[in-house]
Every structure is written in C-alpha cells, then in structure tokens.
C-alpha cells in the first residue's frame, strides 16, 4: 500500500510541475490582462500532443448551462490510410468519450507513446475519439461571465461536474456523432450509463 500511495505522490507531483511549462501555458497566457472571461490556453492539446504524431486532431469549446466553457477534443480517425475503420465508405464510427480523473485533465490520457495511450489506439482502431476536460482544469477554465480570479468562479463542487459538465459534453458529442456513447473514465465522476 506504502508503495502505490509513494507512486501516487510522485504522479501527483509530476503533473503539477511539468505540464505548465511543458504546453506553454502561463497565467498571463491563461487568464490574459483584460478584465471578463480568461482567454484559452495558447497551445491545445491537439496541438501539443495529438497532431505531433500525425494524427487529425480537433478543438471545440462546449459551454454549460450554467455558463462554464469546457474544452473538448476529437481525434476523427486513426494515423495513416492503414487505420482500421477509415472513413472512406460513409461508415460512422463508434465515438468514445475519455474522462480524466480528478486533480488531471484531458492531456493525461496522452502522456505516453502513441502505441501506449489509449485515445490513440482507440483512433487507430477505428473509433471516434473525445477528450473531455472538465471546470476549473487548465484547459477549461473560462466563464461566459465571471473571471478565474474570481472567488465566485470557484463555488462548485463535484455535484456540478455530474449536473451539468458531463450532460453538455455528452449533448455535443452526440450531436457530431449521432449514434450511442462509450465512456471510459476514472476516479473522478462515477456515473451509470444505461443509455448515451
């Protein structure tokens, strides 16, 4: 038990540190001088870690009912013509929502190599790939209205990620896919899916 919460600190640690400086984000680059909305994150994390491996990578903002501006991923296909699934023929792909786990967000599902993280070789494999970052995370820390420095930007808890995070995120991508949801999450929002 010693040995997996030592692991558990040291990856805590690690994801603190590094991906700031590793994707470019800065306070002035993530909340801008302007008063209002925080502006997004410079570099994505299509740019930062999807496309670098020639994989089609795609940006959407999704916003909430209550107001808070998600940002959301899809990697449409596979690399290269060899990707099983392709999109030649009209065939709709399955789509498959990833959800990070608390204290992370969306780019920790894309840390390893591409024959080692699983929205790659899910895209390889031949499903439509989506990447939810939830509120208050690096890449979705905008408002329609209130400012990140704002305390008030802060008053949520988990009962807001299950209420109106995750119902946005699953009303757009079903919306692009039209056709069911898989969900692959961890230790963040625990949910029953009987039917996406």
């Known amino acids: 038990m010693a040995a997996v919460w030592a692991s558990f600190c040291l990856l805590v640690s690690l994801a603190a540190l590094s991906p700031h400086r590793a994707h470019g984000s800065t306070w002035g680059s993530l909340f801008g001088s302007k008063h209002g909305a925080a502006a997004a994150p410079t ?23 209550d107001g808070y501006v998600l940002s959301v991923q899809r990697i449409p296909e596979g690399r290269g013509k060899g990707s099983s699934g392709g999109s030649g023929g009209g065939i709709k792909k399955p789509p498959v929502l990833i959800q990070h786990g608390v204290l992370v967000d969306g780019v920790t599902w894309l840390l390893n190599s591409p024959d080692r993280n699983l929205p790659l070789i899910l895209a390889d ?72």
């Not at 994390?45 to 795609?58: D, E, K, L, R």
């Not at 970052?133 to 299950?162: A, C, I, Q, Y």
Request: charged share 20%.
């Open 43 to 65: 570099i994505g994390i299509c740019a930062s870690s999807v496309v670098v491996y020639g994989y089609p990578c795609q940006e959407f903002d999704v916003t909430t009912q």
């Open 125 to 196: 494999n031949g499903f439509d790939v989506w990447i939810a970052n939830t509120r208050g995370t690096r890449f979705s820390r905008r408002h329609t209205s209130m400012d990140p420095r704002d305390p008030k930007f802060w008053n949520w808890s988990w009962d807001e990620l299950v209420a109106f995070d995750l119902p946005a995120v699953f009303d757009f991508v079903y919306g692009k896919a039209g056709q069911k949801i898989n969900y692959v999450g961890h230790s963040l929002v625990r949910i029953n899916i009987f039917d996406l």
